[in-house]
């Protein structure tokens, strides 16, 4: 059920109150009482959400420290304006900037090693073309037999090892750019270090947390420790509100928003929903989600953390059938059911001979396919399995079990035709199903021309607390009752409510 808003309750209130000077009729038997009436009539509707949340800026940015150490400086404080890139505090410097240094110096003694490797790989290459030759000697003497076999297994294996010594040169050579380019990386890393030990503004904004001071020591060994909070404009908020679970269906981007905060209570601030948020919160069985509302600030009269109380416009309609919400409420006693509906109305009312909602089910079994055969066969199955809900329903005795009872008969209804329907058939009718609007039915008296009461099964739609929507049984021009007003003995008020005074009527 929606939540309305207290002005909704107080004009629902006042309509039952002071329907007579608003257009309402009244119907009173000479010493008798008054049958209060409203009628049926087009007109505009809206279902209003109650809700609460806090402000908050637009866009907020939680600026932290990616180095430890001291902080030296504090130049930004609370409400501070800034722009991007302005300094909002240093951390020291000193223990970076050694490490600039160090890598600095390992990155030269990289370079170092390098000239060292090159010179051994030209050396190495040296001896191997002189290993290449002496070997090429000695196998022409070998070959003119001036020269040994050993020898000849000497020149070749030095040749072999001169070789190797080449490859081994270069591999070392490699391995020695290989150091200097992380040299150069550690360098590099050494002074975006000293690069953040200077905390800038990352956008343009103000300053609406400092949570630092100089002297104090932050420590990023895990995380990067928030030190200031930034709010990117001020001239746009948004509204975080909790929307409880029973209120999101109808709820979509773009819906009309009004709040008011404590602090100017007199003035109402506008916005749009932006977006619900499919995240839910659970606290003391009751599910939550958030619905983000965007509103203009250009007074900055909206500040950080204010609470608000909205009112969101879901579901307008106009030019729509709709009756006081007050007739949904009213319900007679059997005294009064006898004197204006007549003695036959005291007593149950007998199944209603129509289901619930079946204007609905009619369109989803026709979507789903089946025959008009078909369908009287199930709405003639279904009125025989539900007449004792229904006439639990329709017995004037038995209103606390209503709602309970119309759980049931959906519930019996909506089996019956899962068993009913092909699996290819149920498919269609579900998809048909939830592409409907919902109705609820309930119980409406109906005032007739001739001043009696009757009692109709009604589906009705979206309240606004003060009007309910009509989605089908009533026309346009009939009447409903709204109470019963009882006179006042002599010398008392009477209570407009009905009843004795000062006793409350029921609603």
């Known amino acids: 059920m929606p939540i309305y808003s207290h002005r909704a309750a107080l004009c629902a209130v006042a309509a039952a109150l002071f329907l007579p000077a608003c257009g309402s009729k009244t119907d009173k038997p000479a010493g008798e009482a008054e049958l209060v009436r409203a009628p049926v009539e087009r007109g505009e509707i809206a279902r209003i959400i109650n809700a609460a949340g806090r402000v908050k800026p637009a ?31 240093v951390i020291d410097p000193e223990t970076f900037s050694k490490r600039v240094e160090q890598q600095r110096a390992g990155l030269e003694n990289a370079r170092a090693n390098i000239r060292v490797q090159e010179a051994a790989v030209v050396r190495a290459r040296v001896n191997r073309e002189q290993a290449v030759t002496e070997l090429a000697r000695v196998q022409n003497l070998f070959d003119q037999k ?39 990386a550690s360098l590099d890393t050494a002074r975006v270090d000293l690069g953040r030990t200077v905390i800038r503004a990352p956008i ?18 895990f995380s990067a420790p928030e030190l200031f909070v930034i709010a990117a404009d001020l001239a746009q908020v948004q509204v ?11 709820l979509d981007a773009g819906d009309p928003v009004t709040f008011v905060v404590d602090a100017y209570p007199a003035q109402t601030f506008e916005g749009t929903v932006k977006e619900l948020r499919l995240n839910p919160t659970e606290a003391q069985n009751i599910v939550t989600y958030t619905a ?6 250009p007074e900055r009269l909206l500040l950080p953390g204010m609470s608000a109380s909205l009112q969101i416009t879901t579901e307008a309609r106009k030019n729509i059938l709709r009756m006081p919400a007050g007739a949904e409420r009213f319900r007679p006693s059997e005294a009064e059911i006898t004197q204006w509906a007549g003695a036959a109305g005291a007593g149950a009312a007998g199944p ?35 007449e004792d809900l229904r006439e639990a329903i329709a017995n004037p005795e038995q209103t606390f079990q209503r709602t309970p009872n119309l759980k049931r008969l959906n519930e019996r209804i909506r089996l019956y035709i899962e068993r009913s329907l092909e699996p290819a058939q ?72 009905g009843g004795p005074p000062g006793a409350p009527r029921r609603l």
């Open 426 to 497: 149920l498919k269609l009718y579900a998809q048909a199903r939830s592409g409907m609007r919902q109705v609820r039915e309930a119980q409406i008296w109906v005032v007739g021309d001739d001043g009696k009461l009757a009692r109709r099964l009604v589906g009705l739609g979206v309240s606004d607390g003060t009007y309910t929507e009509v989605m089908r049984g009533l026309k346009e021009g009939e009447s409903v009752a709204i109470s019963i007003r009882t006179p006042a003995p002599a010398g008392e008020k009477g209570n407009p409510r």
């Open 204 to 221: 343009d904004g103000i300053v609406v947390d400092r949570k630092v001071d100089a002297g104090q020591t932050v420590a990023a060994s």
């Open 292 to 297: 983000v509302v965007t509103a203009a600030n």
């Open 352 to 386: 209603s001979e129509e289901l619930p909602g079946w204007e609905q089910i009619l369109g989803a079994l026709k979507a789903a396919g089946l025959a008009e055969a078909r369908i009287a066969s199930v709405r003639t199955q279904l009125l025989e399995e539900t």
């Open 146 to 184: 001036a020269a040994s076999a050993s020898r000849l297994e000497t020149a070749r294996r030095n040749a072999g090892v001169a070789e190797a010594d080449l490859i081994l040169s270069e591999a070392q050579l490699d391995a020695a750019k290989a150091s200097l380019r992380q040299s150069e």
């Open 59 to 89: 866009t907020t940015v939680q600026v932290g420290s990616e180095v430890s150490g001291k902080i030296v400086e504090i130049k930004a404080d609370f409400n501070t304006l800034v722009k991007a890139g302005d300094v909002l505090a």
């Open 240 to 250: 975080e509100a909790a929307i409880v679970e029973s209120d999101v269906s109808g």
